[in-house]
């Protein structure tokens, strides 16, 4: 996990990280499905320019509403984000 960015993420365990790294190669997939490529989903949900690259990641824990953003970019239910194996 990238540690150069101060936040709640430096006190996470090693489950959370593996959860946020599991997730972010999620959201990768999804994204790819859809053919799009970060900045296309950077766009589409309007988010931070760097914020898809971190979650993809694992290196940021997105908010509700950020989800929310990205599920609606991707056209797919924020249900379908957390649906991942473990």
Known sequence: MNRQFPSMLN???KE???F???F???IR???KEKGMTQ???VFE???HGNMIGRIERGERAANILQLHKIAKALDVDVSLLFEFGD
Do not use: C, N, P, S
Request: a negative charge.
């Open 39 to 41: 900045a296309d989903l």
């Open 29 to 31: 997939r999804l994204r």
């Open 45 to 47: 949900a309007k988010v």
């Open 16 to 18: 959370e990280e593996q």
């Open 20 to 22: 946020l790294i599991k």
């Open 24 to 26: 972010g190669e999620h």
């Open 11 to 13: 006190d996470l365990t």
